[in-house]
């Protein structure tokens, strides 16, 4: 099994507390389908998959670390 990425959690980016929402753990993680199904259920959550402030606020998040190599790659395929 792949190794999932942005587990649901708080994350500080200074003064602000943000959390990865379903959708973007979805997206990061390649799952089209579910990517998908949420966007049927509410519409609005294109906004936060298409969002620059948002994606900004994530490439902060897996930018320094390795693991998290693929999940621009996965964000993009499912775009």
């Not at 799952?31 to 606020?57: P, Q």
Request: hydrophobic share 40%.
């Amino acid at each position: 099994m792949a190794p999932t990425y942005f587990p649901l959690r708080w994350e500080s980016t200074g003064d602000q507390w943000w959390y990865a929402s379903p959708i973007d753990w979805a997206a990061a993680n390649g799952h089209y389908d579910l990517v998908r199904e949420l966007l049927r259920m509410d519409s609005n959550h294109l906004f936060k998959l298409t969002s620059l402030c948002r994606i900004r606020r994530l490439e902060v998040v897996w930018d320094d670390e390795e693991q998290f190599n693929d999940v621009a790659k996965f964000r993009s395929e499912v775009a």
